[in-house]
C-alpha cells in the first residue's frame, strides 16, 4: 500500500479501483485488466506509466497479489522479479 499511496492521483486511483475488483472475488473482471503472464504461475497487470501488480491465482477463488512497482526499463527490474518468484514460491 505505500507504494500505491506514493503515486501521483490518477496513477493511485486507477490501483485502487484494480485493487477494489480484485477483491471483489471475480476472476471475470481479469478480462477486463491489461493481464499478462510473466513467469510460470505468475501474471502482471499493468496500469497507468508503466506500474505493475503481480498476482498469482491459486485457484478460482484465491488470488495473492506478490508485488507491486513502477517499471523502469523495458522488462521487469531484477530485484522485482526475484522477489515476485520468492514471494510465489512462499504461496506454494
Known sequence: MDFIYSLSKE???EALYILSILESGSVNYLNHL???HFHEKIYEIKF???NRFF???ENNENLYILHACKKQKNRAEIK???L???RSKEIG
Do not use: C
Open 34 to 36: 491489461e493481464v499478462k
Open 55 to 57: 498476482y498469482v491465482l
Open 11 to 13: 496513477e493511485k486511483a
Open 80 to 82: 522485482d522479479k526475484n
Open 84 to 86: 515476485v518468484i520468492k
Open 48 to 50: 497507468r506509466k508503466h
